[in-house]
Structures are given as structure tokens and as C-alpha cells.
T-cell receptor, first 112, second 117 residues
Framework: DAGVTQSPTHLIKTRGQHVTLRCSPISGHKSVSWYQQVLGQGPQFIFQYYEKEERGRGNFPDRFSARQFPNYSSELNVNALLLGDSALYLC???????????FGPGTRLTVT | AQSVTQLDSQVPVFEEAPVELRCNYSSSVSVYLFWYVQYPNQGLQLLLKYLSGSTLVKGINGFEAEFNKSQTSFHLRKPSVHISDTAEYFCAVSDPISNFGNEKLTFGTGTRLTIIP
């Protein structure tokens, strides 16, 4: 079975621009979570969606938003990019009942 | 609020020697505990998890961890490391009492394990 997939792998944006990151969960997984991992730090929780509803939100500004589609794939949107948004963005999916989150390879975002 | 402290940012170990990576957590409620491994330029892979039951948890690649409630610790151990164990290791905690479907993980800052040949 395919694992969690994320696109794009890398991208470079300029301050003030908007970015959309995409995630496809493992087949059958209805929960998708997003994390931001700044270089040298542990991942920080951004959002979790389960059955297309937001179930959790981390301490991130309103510039960050997300949604989950009927096929359980998800998008993370970031507006008005700042240099500090440069990070590896990780998506994880799960069955929820097992408390095992499976992570994708991440999208490396560089803001210049 | 939950928090996780990984006491060592870097741990160098000779090949075939034992290793222990330390993790302490802070939480006002019962917790679920996890160890994840991250190889260079990759996502995170679950090594093991503690939800309930036996305090000694065995995971993949020969790793194990022991949950100690009185010391609020969840240290990761391996009796003999291999070059392929070189990676970043993250301890994480989640709150099982929150609403169903809420799986927020709080991670530590990570421990870089370097195996010396």
C-alpha cells in the first residue's frame, strides 16, 4: 500500500506570497494532521482534521488554514508568507483508533 | 499543557554499544507516549508507543522503552546499536482524554544519535 504522499517536495516562495501544500493519506485513513518542523527543532502541531471536520488547532496565526476533502486528502494554506515560515511541513494520517500516525516525507518550504 | 523534554541534544555511541535516549514529560492528565525516528531528509517513523498495560514497550529495530509514571519518564533503549541507527529521535506525548479524533502530538526537541564505527 502507498504511504502518505505530499506535494510538492520542495518550493521556494517570496515574502508576502501565498502557498498551498497538499497531502494524500493512506487509503482508509480518515484523519490528517499537519505539523511544522523548523530546522533543529521537533515538529509543532498545526491542525488536525477528522471526517472533514477540524478536531484540533495549534498555536499558529490565522494566516494558516487547512481543509479536508471528501476523499480525505488535505490542503494546508499559508497566506502572507514570512521568513519564519521556512520549514519542513509534515502531514500525518491515521485510523484514529490505533493512535498511530503515519508521516509523509514532508514539503520543504523556503521563504526568501 | 503538556510538554516533553529530551535531555540530550546529541548522543555519540560506538557501534555495538548500548544506548539510552532520555525523555521526560509534563502533563496534568494521563498520557500516551511515543518515540519516532527521523532519518535524513525523510518524514517520521513510529518506533514504539505506550498507551496502557505493561510499562516495558518493545518496538521496531530492536528498540524498547520503559514508562515510569513516578518519574514521568519514557526513556528509549537499545542493547547494541548499528550504523544504520544514526538518525534523529523524537519523544512525543498525546492526551487520551481529549475529544475523540483529537490526536495532537507534542514533540520534544529531538536527540541526534550518531553511531561511531
Amino acid at each position: 500500500d502507498a504511504g502518505v504522499t505530499q506535494s510538492p517536495t520542495h518550493l521556494i516562495k517570496t515574502r508576502g506570497q501565498h502557498v498551498t501544500l497538499r497531502c494524500s493519506p493512506i487509503s482508509g485513513h480518515k484523519s490528517v494532521s499537519w505539523y511544522q518542523q523548523v530546522l533543529g527543532q521537533g515538529p509543532q502541531f498545526i491542525f488536525q482534521y477528522y471526517e472533514k471536520e477540524e478536531r484540533g488547532r495549534g498555536n499558529f496565526p490565522d494566516r494558516f488554514s487547512a481543509r479536508q476533502f471528501p476523499n480525505y486528502s488535505s490542503e494546508l494554506n499559508v497566506n502572507a508568507l514570512l521568513l519564519g515560515d521556512s520549514a519542513l511541513y509534515l502531514c500525518a494520517s491515521s485510523l484514529v483508533t490505533t493512535y498511530e500516525q503515519y508521516f509523509g516525507p514532508g514539503t520543504r518550504l523556503t521563504v526568501t | 499543557a503538556q510538554s516533553v523534554t529530551q535531555l540530550d541534544s546529541q548522543v555519540p555511541v560506538f557501534e555495538e554499544a548500548p544506548v539510552e535516549l532520555r525523555c521526560n514529560y509534563s502533563s496534568s492528565v494521563s498520557v500516551y507516549l511515543f518515540w519516532y525516528v527521523q532519518y535524513p531528509n525523510q518524514g517520521l517513523q513510529l518506533l514504539l508507543k505506550y498507551l496502557s498495560g505493561s510499562t516495558l514497550v518493545k518496538g521496531i529495530n530492536g528498540f524498547e522503552a520503559e514508562f515510569n509514571k513516578s518519574q514521568t519518564s519514557f526513556h528509549l533503549r537499545k542493547p547494541s546499536v548499528h550504523i544504520s541507527d544514526t538518525a534523529e529521535y523524537f519523544c512525543a506525548v498525546s492526551d487520551p482524554i481529549s475529544n475523540f479524533g483529537n490526536e495532537k502530538l507534542t514533540f520534544g526537541t529531538g536527540t541526534r544519535l550518531t553511531i561511531i564505527p
